[in-house]
């Protein structure tokens, strides 16, 4: 196996240490335990439609699981406690040709690491602590995270998940106010068992070849979630990428009774500009974008306005939404190249829809089978459509069509045990080049076949 060892910081190693010294005075370190052992068998197929760049198709197909504890907190004015994630990825299906990452430098393929012969390696692991403290109703938590805030959120699309490190406090101390402010400093790739990587964003991350890519070690974020009433919810959040960018957010979400139905308006805007020396005319830390005169890299420099409006009534969910990128480059976010997710309502399956002067409409359609008596089953369907990309080439459009079907079984010997079905189409105007650092995009069509179950182990 691929093991790489964390390097647990001072501060994490002192709070688990002293959460461990107080266990005899603190029955809730241990009651209030939880564990668990999720499995996910996870297969996918990438067919390339166009371009004659290899490769043109990609297939793998893999054994994961995940091992969750949490331990409570001990008992006292400050509480410690210790939880862990430990991850493991068996290759069931790959070779050269499916896997396909000739160059070792890269950090990993679709679903596995790549070996230095550039094949996708048998198995992969890793292990990540995190030490936890809370006083009152705010928690400190320092070692391996997984934030799913609108600044910075976690990759789950693949095998094993994607995580950070770093430390985060998240305080509840006040009546429908929440805040969370924290640093990060290293990422783990969904694909990887490095624990160590640096942070780094599109443009920047040299399509994944580590050895060209600039990084850093810190992103400060921090912000609040107000609830105004049972029905609405106001956010704010600040996030910096040292030596990359800074981006402010702000996100109104409310909801409607209307009849037997409920309307959901959720409006989000970020404001995104340079930081350091990615404004300092330094190229190794340009972003893309197109800046006019052929010129496809610089300074981050980005607006995204959007609105997704649902209603949902007995069972179907109808979705309508709009999103407006202004400014030079392509919306920002972090991103090593070996995939990661972002906050805008036109992240999905295979695009972001996050190009610059990009504009997107998309309609969704979902169904939950419960209405009709087959709880476990739900159908949704989307089709997004971008036009007014800014290339070297003129405007130019892209859209995507996505399906998924999934059952989870709600009672009996194999209960919670998950089946789903992903496939989507994408097909865009932007050249097929693989040119790092230029608006480029290849058709691509993509079904990804996930069985899923998690056994309770505390």
Do not use: C
Not at 94 to 111: M, R
Request: a neutral charge; proline letters at 3%; aromatic letters at 12%.
């Amino acid at each position: 196996m691929h093991y790489r060892n964390l390097k647990h910081s001072s501060l994490a190693v002192a709070i688990a240490a002293a959460g461990m010294a107080q266990v005899a005075l603190a029955d809730g370190f241990i009651e209030d335990s939880k564990a668990s052992l999720g499995l996910r068998n996870f297969y996918i197929n990438q067919d390339n439609r166009n371009g004659s760049a290899a490769p043109s198709k990609q297939e793998e197909w893999g054994q994961g699981f995940l091992l969750n504890y949490a331990s409570g907190f001990t008992q006292g004015t400050v509480g410690f406690g210790i939880d862990a994630l430990g991850l493991l990825g068996v290759k069931l299906d790959s070779g050269k040709g499916k896997h396909y990452n000739p160059d070792s430098s890269s950090l990993g393929g679709i679903v596995f690491p790549t070996d230095s012969h550039g094949r996708a390696v048998d198995d992969f692991a890793s292990l990540g602590l995190t030490g936890k403290a809370k006083v009152s109703q705010t928690e400190l938590r320092y070692g391996t995270l997984q934030p799913k805030l609108p600044v910075v959120t976690y990759n789950d699309g693949r095998l094993l998940p994607q995580t950070f490190s770093g430390g985060q406090v998240t305080s509840n101390e006040f009546k429908d106010l929440t805040f969370v402010a924290g640093q990060l400093e290293h990422m783990k790739g969904r694909n990887s068992s490095n624990s160590d990587q640096g942070l780094s964003i599109a443009g920047a991350n040299a399509g994944g070849k580590s050895q060209y890519a600039q990084y850093t070690n810190k992103f400060y974020y921090g912000g609040a979630d107000y609830k105004l009433g049972k029905d609405t919810t106001l956010q704010y959040y600040y996030g910096n990428l040292k030596d990359f960018y800074k981006q402010h957010f702000l996100g109104l979400q409310h909801n409607w009774e209307i009849g037997e139905g409920v309307l959901k308006s959720d409006l989000r805007y970020f404001h995104s500009s340079s930081d350091g020396k990615n404004g300092s005319h330094d190229p190794s830390y340009y972003t893309t974008g197109y800046y006019g005169n052929g010129l496809t890299r610089g300074k981050v420099d980005n607006q995204a306005f959007s609105g997704l409006f649902t209603y949902t009534i007995k069972g179907h969910s109808i979705s309508a939404g709009h999103q407006v990128l202004k400014g030079d480059s392509d919306f920002p976010f972090i991103n090593d190249g070996d995939g990661a997710s972002s906050y805008l309502s036109t992240d999905v399956q295979i695009g972001k829809f996050q190009h610059a002067g990009e504009r997107t409409w998309q309609v969704r359609y979902g169904y939950d089978f419960a209405a009709l008596g087959l709880p476990g089953l739900n159908f949704q369907t989307l089709y997004l459509r971008g036009d007014n990309i800014d290339t070297a080439y003129g405007d130019k459009t892209e859209w995507e069509r996505d399906i998924s079907l999934g059952y989870t079984i709600q009672d009996g010997p194999l209960k919670n045990l998950g089946v789903a079905w992903k496939n989507a189409s994408l097909r865009s105007g932007l050249p097929a080049s693989t040119t790092p650092g230029s608006a480029t995009q290849r058709d691509q069509d993509e079904n990804r076949l996930i069985v899923s179950y998690s056994i309770p182990l505390l």
